[in-house]
């Protein structure tokens, strides 16, 4: 092998015009590489320094700099986390004892629906207001959300709601695999691990249903989202199994893109935002649910995804009469790569929404941070 490389280093020399001390100077970094490589010199070096046990390597990938100095790359058991078993082990065991016997809440008659969307609150993303100007991690997230359901309830109490649409999903969940990625395989910096970001997220749902189920019953619709579609909807499920005792807790989860909700003479569509063009959603609705939009007169999408408002109006087209498109606003702040970009700004919110049965929205309501 050495004889080769000299051969080839020579080669090398003469066609780049080296003189012999360069060629040397070459060669002996080339020959101190292989020694290196071949004693795992530079990895014993490398993983002493950091105290890591190589009984703990799962991977290690290496490549040497412009200067000769190695460069590692390691993933440990710790890094990965915990495996699925485990994963799901806990998950299960936290909801066989917390899991409780809901009692049936006796209410006043109500007249309005009550829709609470916190949307695209990426739990488990991480920004540092050194760099971005705002902190944000899953402290932060959840303190919003709980902050902005109970601002949005304390908005309605002039209302005599007889129902709540609860909104969950649309990028609940900041990741989706256990490299740090979203469900495509962009990464993101994060704050934690992903089955932190999942067991924050569950508890944080658990939270916001109990709290909104003491008012009014509660109907739960989860939509598929472009960071977390497959967790996302894994946590949508898991919430359904912590409330399968709960009589006045409904759930609308399955992996269809678009949902539908009726509300006296209201049709809602629900949607991430990712999907269909915005101008095509007014028939989607008229063509995916027929009954439903003969029945109804005031009709709505609400969608998310792009965290502030883009707002369109159709009055009359066609076969249907006054549907309203409407993008959600987020309680989450810039990362690095959206404020590097610019895309910030955006005002930070929760928002709501009053429906009349007769008479369709009736008040809009916004929690800003």
């Not at 190589?54 to 991977?59: E, P, Q």
């Not at 100007?133 to 304390?154: F, H, P, S, W």
């Not at 009726?262 to 959603?281: P, R, S």
Request: some cysteine; charged content about 25%; proline content about 2%.
């Amino acid at each position: 092998m050495k004889s080769k490389i000299i051969k080839e280093g020579k080669e090398y020399g003469k066609r780049l015009r080296l003189s012999k001390e360069e060629v040397d100077v070459i060669l002996q970094k080339r020959a101190n590489h292989l020694d290196n490589i071949n004693n795992n010199t530079a990895l014993d070096t490398h993983l002493e320094e950091r105290g890591i046990d190589k009984n703990d390597i799962v991977s290690v990938k290496h490549w040497q700099s412009g200067s000769g100095d190695y460069r590692f790359s390691i993933v440990t058991k710790e890094n990965l986390g915990l495996d699925e078993e485990q994963i799901f082990g806990k998950v299960n065991d936290f909801i066989a004892k917390y899991s409780p016997d809901y009692k049936v809440i006796k209410r006043k008659a109500g007249t309005h629906l009550l829709v609470i969307n916190p949307a695209d609150i990426h739990i488990g993303k991480y920004a540092n207001e050194v760099e971005t100007k705002q902190m944000y991690d899953c402290d932060t997230a959840v303190n919003r959300v709980m902050e902005g359901v109970t601002g949005l309830i304390d908005k309605a109490k002039g209302f005599q709601i007889e129902r709540i649409l609860f909104c969950i999903g649309n990028d609940v969940l900041h990741i989706d695999s256990v490299y740090g990625t979203t469900t495509k395989g962009t990464f993101q910096d994060t704050d934690g691990k992903w089955w932190e970001h999942y067991e924050i997220a569950l508890r944080l749902y658990v939270r916001c249903v109990e709290m909104l189920r003491k008012i009014a019953p509660v109907d739960v619709i989860h939509s598929m989202s472009n960071h977390d579609y497959q967790s996302g909807f894994h946590l949508a499920h898991t919430l359904q199994s912590w409330f399968r005792k709960a009589k006045d807790v409904t759930f609308d989860i399955s992996v269809a893109h678009r949902k539908y909700y009726k509300y006296g003479t209201n049709l809602l569509g629900l949607e991430h935002g990712d999907g269909a063009k915005m101008v095509n959603l007014p028939l989607l609705m008229a063509q995916e649910k027929p009954l439903l939009w003969s029945k109804t007169t005031h009709r709505y999408w609400y969608l998310h995804h792009i965290h502030h408002k883009v707002k369109h109006k159709w009055l009359d087209a066609k076969d249907y009469i006054g549907v309203t498109v409407e993008y959600m606003r987020s309680p989450s702040s810039a990362d690095s790569w959206h404020f590097r970009k610019g895309f910030t700004g955006a005002p930070l919110a929760c928002e709501g929404f009053i429906h009349s049965k007769e008479t369709g929205q009736v008040a809009r309501l916004t929690h800003y941070f």
